[in-house]
């Protein structure tokens, strides 16, 4: 019987440096992997640990697969030190996707903070793949500050170019500087003027990734703006050890957050005491 928990040996093609803090490694397992947008996978780096981190590359790209990864504690650390040809493992997909197939015809509203653009990516490259299923796709991003903003290129520039106008992009810092031209201010700004791009709110859908504070002042932002409790996906973050059902580790009310996640709409959880904690 499989082993579910041994990973697939999985070289790093590249390390791209996203931000002082964040790193993006581009990595080719050594079996045929394949995942779908909001799904997450364990990493272990070899002799540290594991953690789970969600691909922030194109589900339809299946040479490699992209993760985008903070630096917080011993195995991101270990793993930021990493560089290509070294080899870390794998385990996954697990959990839910983004359920993109029920949002044809739609406005879709996307709001990232910090980290929380890698899921985010990867389901913007997955909507993008079929751009003229989506009404419109309006991006909105916050960050510490400029030197904070990943996948810089790409959304304070091509992606505009790509997408053209079917998609659109709000992005804030909190806190400027002489180089920074554009906005400041939290994320949740960026919602301010809404109807001058998304037609009917009500209609829309939002997906929302951030650290918690972030999530919890966006959501109540976006029921504010008019968005419904069931058209509001979130993904959520809890500490998990197995990632496969079994120890508990990541229980949030009725839902273990690696089996029944990490993709869940506030109605779901509007009801928990904890879910921003
Ligand atoms: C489904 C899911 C997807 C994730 N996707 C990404 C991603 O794409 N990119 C990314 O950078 N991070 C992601 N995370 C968070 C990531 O798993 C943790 O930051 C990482 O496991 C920390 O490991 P560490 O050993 O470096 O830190 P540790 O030494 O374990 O801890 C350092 C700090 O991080 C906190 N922490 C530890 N584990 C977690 C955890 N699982 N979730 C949140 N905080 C934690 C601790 O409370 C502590 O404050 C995701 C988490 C989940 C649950
Ligand atoms: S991480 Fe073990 S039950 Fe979810």
Known sequence: MNNPYQPIKTKILKVITETPQIKTFVLKPENHFKFEAGQFIQLTVPGVGEGPFTPSSSPYDLEKIEVTIMRVGKVTSALHKMKEDDVVGI?????????????????????????????????????????????????????KTPQDIVYKEAVLDRWQREFGKNVSFRITVDRGDET?????????????????????????????CGPPVMMKFTTLKLLDVGYKPENIYLSMEKNMSCGIGKCGHCQLGKFLVCRDGPVFTYDQLKDIPAIWD
Do not use: M, Q
């Open 91 to 143: 385990r996954g997909p697990y959990g839910n996707r983004y359920p993109v197939e029920k949002w044809k015809n739609k406005e879709i509203l996307i709001v990232g903070g910090g980290v929380g653009f890698a899921p985010l990516r990867s389901l913007f490259l997955s909507l993008t793949h079929n751009i003229k299923d989506y009404k419109k796709i309006v991006f909105c991003y916050g960050a």
């Open 180 to 208: 920074w031209k554009g906005k400041v201010g939290l994320v949740t700004t960026t919602l301010d003027n809404l109807d001058e791009e998304i037609s009917s709110i009500p209609e829309s859908v939002s997906v929302v």
